[in-house]
């Protein structure tokens, strides 16, 4: 579904991403870890359009992702993104919220977008607080609510940029399962995390990157169970030990 080949992307003069490239099939959940300024998030925006790269080539569903063509607004609305922050209309509820995206962007029927957007919100926890609005609400709702959001645009995959790092820890397991949920569904997820419990219940697969590379990748009893790479190890026993703190 996603096909990523020898992708660079510099910021000025220094260069993030050096030559990334991976293949993920429909279905696939690929947990993307590693230290902050290894890439990670920078691949999930040039695989959604949000930041161009310099040289390599992205496809999805055989088609090439350009940020500087207008098609590009067509292509995302078939890969979702949920990112640290939640991003959400503040002055709108949450039932509005979710029903945005469809009724403004796919244009479906109000009633419609109402009555798939209350599908979502209860899928995911929410069926109480439709009529609220988000600063009622706390953080781990919030990114459900962005879940939802992203859901509702009927992707075909969905990319997660450290959902939930700027969460309260009480409220991450509220979102993790709404994710394990999805991947039991089937649904097609690029997932950075520094969640490693997650990562090795739900991820197909773990890619390590590492100053801008993708130094070791593999099924997570491999990676994060038997690491080949001192790098990848180095940072395993530093986020396992802060998680135990």
Request: aromatic share 4%.
């Amino acid at each position: 579904m996603i096909e990523i080949t020898n992708v660079h992307k510099r910021f000025g003069s220094e260069e993030v991403l050096k030559g990334i490239s991976m293949r993920i099939a429909e279905g696939e959940v690929v947990c993307l870890i590693g230290p902050s300024g290894s890439g990670k998030s920078t691949i999930l925006r040039c695989i959604n359009g949000l930041e161009t790269y310099d040289s390599g080539q992205i496809r999805i569903l055989g088609e090439v992702v350009d940020a500087q063509k207008s098609s590009i607004n067509k292509l995302r609305r078939k890969i979702g993104m949920v990112f640290q922050r939640f991003n959400l209309f503040p002055h709108r509820t949450v039932l509005e919220n979710v029903m945005e995206g469809p009724v403004q962007v796919n244009k479906i029927a109000k009633a419609e977008a109402m009555a798939r957007a209350s599908a979502l919100l209860e899928q995911v926890g929410l069926k109480e607080k439709l009529r609220n609005y988000p600063a009622q609400l706390s953080g781990g709702q919030q990114q459900r609510v962005a879940i939802a959001r992203s859901l509702a645009m009927d992707p075909r995959a969905i990319l997660f940029d450290e959902p939930t790092s700027a969460l309260d820890p009480e409220r991450v397991g509220e979102v993790l399962q709404v994710m394990r949920s999805l991947a039991n569904k089937g649904m097609t997820m690029v997932v950075v995390t520094h969640e490693m419990q997650f990562a090795k219940e739900v991820a197909d697969r773990v890619c390590f990157l590492y100053d801008g590379k993708i130094l070791e990748e593999g099924p997570p009893s491999q990676v994060l169970g038997n690491p080949r790479e001192e790098r990848t190890r180095e940072f395993l026993k530093r986020v396992l030990h802060t998680s135990e703190q």
